[in-house]
């Protein structure tokens, strides 16, 4: 993990100046988890409990941990309890970027500067409640004031996704919302009922009926066709590790028949097996259509089975994960490339050991004209913060070329999340104003605006070739 370094005032006082030149740039969040439904619907937020609270696992993580009652997390409280709870967390949270995060949301949202405790939190929850109610801190207003430009959610292949076909044809929204495929379910062969009940939703969702490999990568297809009309350019993959054993279409089709007609379980090899072929096929097609594929790799999930049996995923349970990364994923990326079917793809590490080993990864695959076509992505999850931050940032710098780098994604999980893209662009300021000031490097060689642009924004909106609202794409 980096040690901070002592920034100097005149560090300080640059990096803010050159933040606030560049504060206005629109924001290209190409991966999140708002929910496109509430945004289609553009219902009134009840409470701040539910704006700020409900769903984001981050807070009920450290919730739990400062001591309170899981009701106030995923059970029956009420929205005011919940939020009483969090104020009470939150002073126990020095230098976490939660506070920083909560502080910028507060400010940037409802223009409240006063920090939140308990003795404030009474005033805020008023206040904050009295703005909610009004019609510019709806849904889409928030994020359209917080300089949204372009949105992307996270999505099953199953999903019907009427809340986007909503938002595709509402011209009332002033930014872009595009789904994301994520078909992580084709992985989990191994949990035979859960498999089959999908495969039901994909069968009515795509018309098709599954009664071989082939006819469920034609549903699969007809999916992808779907997404790809309402504006999805990006395939997003949620995985431990890459999966890159050789596995034949003969081999495949056996196994899937297995799945389909045998009541045993499929074996590890040839669940093995069948996710490299699967992912091939998905990244193949990615580099035909000209999607980018992302990888967010060695987070280990759902750690605690009592929570997971009472609320289910994405509970705030999961950690970082002691996978073995390099190997595989070299095997992976370098089987498409030497077929010449590697697509735009963006690399999440969940693990800090793992670091500079992604950025080297990344920058052993390119396409001539294609700004880093394999791209280290930003800190992510439990990188988070200013360690992850630095960490990134000093790994793009020593091995990688900064200025080709895509940007912030939120991973958002409140409308207020947005933040995050504030965070990680004053991080990257203070970093630029630092090296300037201690000669890294030249600015006759670089012009710092022009950098700040393409990290901040640019560099997104040529990498995935988004337009603005209701823009070609």
């Not at 919730?63 to 995923?74: F, K, Q, S, Y």
């Not at 759902?302 to 994405?314: A, E, P, Q, T």
């Not at 000093?394 to 965070?423: I, K």
């Amino acid at each position: 993990m980096t040690i901070r370094r002592n920034f100097t005032a005149s560090v300080r006082e640059n990096a803010l100046t050159l933040y606030e030149r560049h504060a206005s740039l629109p924001i290209i969040d190409y991966h999140g988890h708002l929910p496109p439904a509430r945004l289609a619907s553009n219902a009134h937020f009840r409470d701040l409990s539910e704006l700020w609270i409900e769903g984001d696992h981050y807070k009920w993580r450290a919730m739990r941990i400062a001591g309170e009652r899981e009701d106030l997390c995923t059970g029956s409280a009420s929205p005011k309890e919940r939020f009483d709870a969090w104020a009470r967390t939150i002073t126990r949270m020095a230098s976490s970027p939660m506070q920083a995060w909560c502080q910028i949301e507060l400010k940037r949202t409802f223009g409240i500067t006063a920090p939140l405790t308990p003795s404030s939190a009474e005033c805020i929850w008023e206040e904050a409640n009295a703005m909610l109610a009004t019609e510019d801190f709806r849904p889409r207003e928030l994020l359209a004031r917080a300089g949204v430009e372009v949105l992307c959610t996270t999505d099953d292949p199953a999903d019907q996704l009427e809340a986007h076909r909503q938002l595709a044809e509402d011209k009332g929204v002033s930014f872009r919302v595009f789904p994301t495929f994520r078909p992580d379910s084709a992985l989990c062969l191994h949990t035979r009922q859960n498999f089959h009940d999908w495969r039901s939703r994909l069968e009515a969702c795509s018309g098709i009926t599954i009664e071989s490999l082939q006819t469920f990568m034609e549903a699969l297809r007809v999916r992808y066709e779907f997404f790809h009309n309402l504006g999805c350019r990006v395939s997003d993959h949620g995985m431990d590790r890459c999966y890159a054993t050789p596995c034949s279409d003969a081999e495949a089709t056996t196994i899937f028949s297995r799945l389909l007609l045998s009541s045993s379980d499929i074996g590890a090899d040839d669940l093995e097996k069948w996710r490299s072929w699967f992912m091939r096929q998905i990244a193949e097609w990615n580099h035909e259509s000209g999607w980018t594929m992302m990888l967010h790799l060695g987070a280990r999930r759902n750690n605690n089975s009592r929570i997971f049996s009472s609320y289910g995923l994405d509970a705030g349970c999961d950690s970082i994960g002691d996978f073995p990364q390099g190997e595989s994923l070299v095997a992976f990326l370098d089987q498409l490339d030497t077929s010449e079917r590697l697509p735009k793809t963006i690399l999440f590490n969940s693990n800090p050991r793992d670091t500079l080993m992604f950025a080297t990864i990344a920058g052993s695959f390119w396409g001539e004209g294609i700004r880093g076509k394999v791209q280290h992505g930003p800190p992510w999850w439990f990188l988070d913060q200013i360690y992850g931050i630095e960490d990134h940032l000093n790994a793009q710098c020593a091995v990688g070329v900064l200025g080709t780098f895509v940007g912030m994604a939120s991973d958002s999980r409140s409308f207020l999340s947005t933040a995050r893209h504030e965070y990680f662009r004053k991080a990257i300021t203070l970093r630029l104003a630092d090296d300037l000031e201690s000669g890294l490097f030249n600015p006759d060689q670089v012009d710092i605006d022009e950098f700040c642009r393409d990290l901040f924004y640019a560099n997104a909106q040529s990498f995935f070739g988004w337009k603005g609202a209701h823009g070609n794409s």
